[in-house]
C-alpha cells in the first residue's frame, strides 16, 4: 500500500467504530422500547429520522471537505457523532432519544471522506487509483467485521452488566469519543482546492428535494402516517424540486454538485448502480428477517427464532467482508469495470435463486452468500470508483453521491416492500405473516436491481476506473 498504509491503518479503526455504530444498537431495541415506555412501531421513527438526516448533511460535509480539508470535515463529523453517542446514553423521553439517533446519523459521511482522504493522497503515484480501490475494500471489512462485533457484544454486555442500558449504551459513545482523538492525532489533511465556494442556494434545494423524497417515502413505513395520496404527492414534488435543482446547478459557476460531471459515462453508472444496490442492500433486510421467522407450517418461510434469524444475518455479514476482501485483494490485477459488472451480476444471480430456491436454510443461506459477495465488492467499489472518477476538488462529493444515492434507494424500496408484505395476493394466509407472493416480489426486484445495474455499467468506458498508466497502455494498444 506505499506511502498510503499508515493512513489505511487508521481508517480501519474508525471504519470498525462506524461498524459497531450500525450493529450494537439492534439487539438491544426492545430493552429501549421498555426504558422509554413506547410502542415496538415506534422503532421505525429512529431509522426513518437518521436516513433523513444523513441524507441531507452528506452532501453538504463532502462538499465542505473539498473546499477546506477532509480531515477537518471527518473530525467534526465524528465530533458530532461522539455527542449523539452520549446523549443516547442519558436520553429518557421519545423525542430527545430521536433527536440523539438522528444526529448520530453524522457517521455517514466518515467513508466518503475517508476514500477522498486516501485518493488524494495517492493521486500523484501511478497506482494511486488502484490502491484507493484496494483501501476501499479493507475499510468495508472493518466496517462489516464491526457490525459483526457490535452486534454480538451488545446482548452480552447488557447480561454482564446487570441489564443496566445506560451502561450498555456507554460502550459505543466510548468507542466514537476515542475515534475522534485517532482521526485528531493520526489522520494528515489533505489539500483542499483554493478558490472555491459553498452553493448555499444548490445546497438548500437539494435538501428540499431529499426531504420530499425521503420523508414522503418514510412516511408510508410508519404506522398510521398519513395516506398514500400524501406520500405521493410528497414523492413527485421531490422529483420537481430535482428537476429545479439541475436546472439551478447548471448555471452555476461552482455547483453544490457538478451535473456535467455526474453525467459523464464513467460516473452516471456507478451513482445508478449506488441507487439499485441500495434496494437490496438496506430495503431488503426487513423482509429477509421476517420470511425466517414465518411459520414453514404456512407452506413457505424458515420458522426460525431469533437467535437462529440473527445467525442467518451473520452469515450474511460474513458474505459482504468475503465480496470486499475479494475486491482488495483482486483490485489491482483485474478490469475495475468487469470487477464492477461482475459483483452486480452476482447481487442478481443470488435474488433471482430465491424464486425457485427459498424453502430450505441451506438454499437461502446460499442465495445470501452470494448475492452478499457482489454486494460487498460493490459496497467497497463504488465510492473509490466514484473518487477516480471525479476531478480534483470533488472527490469526497463524488463519493459522497455514492452513500446518498445508495440512501434513497434503500428508502424507497423499504417503503415499496413494506407495503406489498403489507397487502395480500387474493387472500391472507395468516393474520400476521406476508404473503408469499410478496416475499417473491421483493426478490424479483433485488434480482432485476443487480442486472440492471451489471447492464448499465457496461456503458462505462473500458479505461475508467484504471491507473493512468493502465489508460496509457490501452491508448497506445488501440493507436498500434
Known amino acids: 500500500m506505499g506511502v498510503t498504509a499508515g493512513l489505511i491503518g487508521w481508517f480501519l479503526v474508525v471504519e470498525l467504530v462506524s461498524g459497531i455504530l450500525q450493529g450494537y444498537y439492534v439487539p438491544l431495541f426492545s430493552d429501549i422500547v421498555i426504558a422509554l415506555d413506547i410502542h415496538d412501531s415506534d422503532v421505525n421513527w429512529f431509522e426513518a429520522g437518521?436516513?433523513?438526516?444523513?441524507?441531507?448533511?452528506?452532501?453538504?460535509?463532502?462538499?465542505?471537505?473539498?473546499?477546506?480539508?477532509?480531515?477537518?470535515i471527518l473530525l467534526l463529523a465524528a465530533a458530532l457523532t461522539a455527542g449523539a453517542s452520549w446523549w443516547l446514553v442519558f436520553a429518557d423521553t421519545f423525542w430527545t432519544f430521536l433527536l440523539a439517533w438522528s444526529l448520530?446519523?453524522?457517521?455517514?459521511?466518515?467513508?466518503?471522506?475517508?476514500?477522498?482522504?486516501?485518493?488524494?493522497?495517492?493521486r500523484r503515484q501511478a497506482h494511486g487509483v488502484s490502491r484507493t480501490r484496494r483501501a476501499a475494500g479493507l475499510l468495508v471489512v472493518g466496517l462489516q467485521a464491526g457490525a459483526i462485533l457490535g452486534a454480538l457484544a451488545a446482548g452480552r454486555l447488557f447480561a454482564a452488566s446487570?441489564?443496566?442500558?445506560?451502561?450498555?449504551?456507554?460502550?459505543?459513545?466510548?468507542?466514537?469519543?476515542?475515534?475522534?482523538?485517532?482521526?485528531?492525532?493520526?489522520?494528515?489533511?489533505?489539500?483542499?482546492?483554493?478558490?472555491?465556494?459553498?452553493?448555499?442556494?444548490?445546497?438548500?434545494?437539494?435538501?428540499?428535494?431529499?426531504?420530499?423524497?425521503?420523508?414522503?417515502?418514510?412516511?408510508?413505513r410508519v404506522p398510521d402516517g398519513p395516506g398514500a395520496g400524501v406520500v405521493a404527492a410528497l414523492v413527485v414534488a421531490g422529483i420537481a424540486a430535482f428537476a429545479v435543482f439541475?436546472?439551478?446547478?447548471?448555471?452555476?459557476?461552482?455547483?453544490?454538485?457538478?451535473?456535467?460531471?455526474?453525467?459523464?459515462?464513467?460516473?452516471?453508472?456507478?451513482?445508478?448502480?449506488?441507487?439499485?444496490?441500495?434496494?437490496?442492500?438496506?430495503?431488503?433486510?426487513?423482509?429477509?428477517?421476517?420470511?425466517?421467522?414465518?411459520?414453514s407450517a404456512l407452506g413457505y418461510g424458515l420458522g426460525l427464532d431469533a437467535t437462529d434469524r440473527s445467525n442467518v444475518i451473520g452469515v450474511y455479514l460474513v458474505s459482504l467482508i468475503v465480496g470486499a476482501v475479494l475486491f482488495a485483494l483482486t483490485s489491482r490485477r483485474a478490469s475495475p469495470r468487469l470487477m464492477l459488472i461482475g459483483a452486480a451480476l452476482l447481487v442478481g444471480i443470488g435474488y433471482a435463486l430465491f424464486l425457485p430456491f427459498h424453502l430450505e436454510l441451506w438454499q437461502v443461506l446460499l442465495n445470501l452468500s452470494i448475492a452478499g459477495i457482489g454486494s460487498g465488492a460493490l459496497v467497497?467499489?463504488?465510492?473509490?470508483?466514484?473518487?477516480?472518477?471525479?476531478?480534483?476538488?470533488?472527490?469526497?462529493?463524488?463519493?459522497?453521491?455514492?452513500?446518498?444515492?445508495?440512501?434513497?434507494?434503500?428508502?424507497?424500496?423499504?417503503?415499496?416492500?413494506?407495503?406489498?408484505?403489507?397487502?395480500?395476493?387474493?387472500?391472507?394466509?395468516?393474520?400476521?405473516?406476508?404473503?408469499?407472493f410478496g416475499y417473491l416480489t421483493v426478490w424479483t426486484v433485488c434480482a432485476a436491481g443487480g442486472f440492471l445495474a451489471a447492464v448499465l455499467l457496461m456503458f462505462v468506458p473500458r479505461v475508467a476506473f484504471a491507473d493512468p498508466d493502465a489508460e496509457a497502455a490501452v491508448g497506445q494498444a488501440q493507436l498500434l
Do not use: C
Open 246 to 295: 439541475v436546472w439551478y446547478e447548471l448555471r452555476q459557476p461552482d455547483p453544490a454538485i457538478d451535473i456535467r460531471v455526474l453525467v459523464q459515462p464513467q460516473m452516471w453508472p456507478v451513482q445508478a448502480t449506488a441507487f439499485l444496490v441500495g434496494i437490496s442492500l438496506l430495503g431488503a433486510q426487513g423482509p429477509l428477517t421476517t420470511y425466517a421467522g414465518t411459520d
Open 380 to 436: 467497497g467499489a463504488m465510492p473509490a470508483a466514484a473518487a477516480a472518477a471525479a476531478p480534483r476538488g470533488q472527490t469526497g462529493i463524488s463519493s459522497a453521491l455514492t452513500n446518498t444515492t445508495k440512501t434513497i434507494g434503500g428508502t424507497f424500496a423499504s417503503a415499496i416492500f413494506g407495503v406489498v408484505l403489507a397487502g395480500s395476493a387474493g387472500a391472507a394466509v395468516a393474520a400476521t405473516a406476508a404473503p408469499l
Open 104 to 122: 448520530q446519523g453524522f457517521y455517514v459521511v466518515w467513508l466518503p471522506l475517508e476514500i477522498a482522504l486516501i485518493f488524494e493522497r495517492g
Open 50 to 72: 437518521q436516513l433523513l438526516l444523513s441524507a441531507l448533511v452528506l452532501p453538504v460535509l463532502a462538499k465542505l471537505g473539498d473546499m477546506f480539508g477532509h480531515k477537518k
Open 162 to 220: 446487570g441489564e443496566h442500558l445506560q451502561l450498555t449504551l456507554m460502550i459505543p459513545a466510548i468507542a466514537v469519543t476515542l475515534v475522534t482523538v485517532v482521526i485528531w492525532l493520526g489522520v494528515p489533511e489533505s489539500e483542499p482546492v483554493p478558490g472555491r465556494r459553498l452553493d448555499i442556494g444548490g445546497f438548500v434545494i437539494l435538501a428540499f428535494a431529499l426531504l420530499l423524497v425521503t420523508g414522503g417515502l418514510s412516511f408510508l
